[in-house]
């Protein structure tokens, strides 16, 4: 299911030619359809239509979803139709939602052009949009026909687009593989190493939970690591605070946060904790928030969809590459983690 570089392009265009689709539209974003779009015609050599949305998380919402399905409709998709996915993470799961439900579910390619994207988003077939300032809210588990990874496409990356794919690579290491984790926090330092052998081995990792676990009923859940506060976090800046932050950069404060919690309530040493918080913040930037901000952070945990029967589940830490899931946290434990995070 997975292809790299120039091969990748040869499996895709096999495939398109062995399924004879009727129609394919490629779904792009204004800025992929700016700087990866060029590379993509460059590659294949196939009559397609386009769809191009607003980019950013703001814009995985029930409005861009109808404008997709319109535009289907309009270009004439039909049940033996295509959706090529090119974009970030936003665009593979609004992009794989939308494939998932135009005609009851037709199929969708991922071609990633984000270092988020390579190695989590389009891995694991979760699909789906934000609902009322909450994340991923509405979606769907539907995996698609493949997903084409090609490191071209990280040079069209900003700085902090690349450091927010980083970041769960980073909760990869935490959760799996210590060795790998030391690993990245070496490729961060130097910025000298084999970028695709470090993407190939956090696809494995992900792909080796979700391939045992995959609707996350269990071992699957370990993937959440760090974002059960990461994604109030990101919720309360992209909406109250009406500023832009990266969703690694949320999930990268959440896992100091998640390592914290997982010293108080497990067995996680402190030195670990210390030094998590430590790589981490020479990666991101710390941002400051006051009590009433992490109220209101705290208050958003409520929507948080791992959450069974009105309470808050958080994915913790005994050690590196030993995740805990199901663990119910205090609100003062959550409160010490946050001043732990910015003394």
Sequence with gaps: MYYYNAPAWKRLLLEIHKCNYSKIIVITDVNTHEYCFPVLEKKVDFNYETITISSGDASKNIDTLQYIWQQLLSVGADRKSLIINLGGGVISDIGGFAASTYKR?????????????????????????????????????NLPKMIIIDETFLHTLPSNEFDSGFAEMLKHGLIADE???????????????????????????????????PYEKGLRKALNFGHTLGHAIESFITYSKKQPISHGHAVALGMI??????????????????NTKKNILEIFKAIPFNQQEINEIIELLKYDKKNENGEVLFVLLNKIGEPVFNQRVSNTIINEAFAYYLS
């Design 105 to 141: 579910g037709i199929d969708f390619i991922h071609i990633p052009t984000s270092l988020l994207g390579m190695i989590d988003a389009s891995i694991g077939g979760k699909n789906g949009i934000n609902f009322m300032h909450a994340k991923n809210q509405i979606g769907v588990i």
């Design 179 to 213: 060795n790998y984790w030391l690993e990245l926090i070496d490729y961060k330092k130097s910025n000298d190493g084999n970028l695709l052998a470090l993407i190939q081995k956090s696809v494995a990792i992900k792909n080796a939970i979700i391939t045992e676990d």
């Design 257 to 274: 946060l998640a390592t914290y919690i997982s010293h108080k309530k497990l067995s996680l040493p402190k030195t670990i904790v210390n």
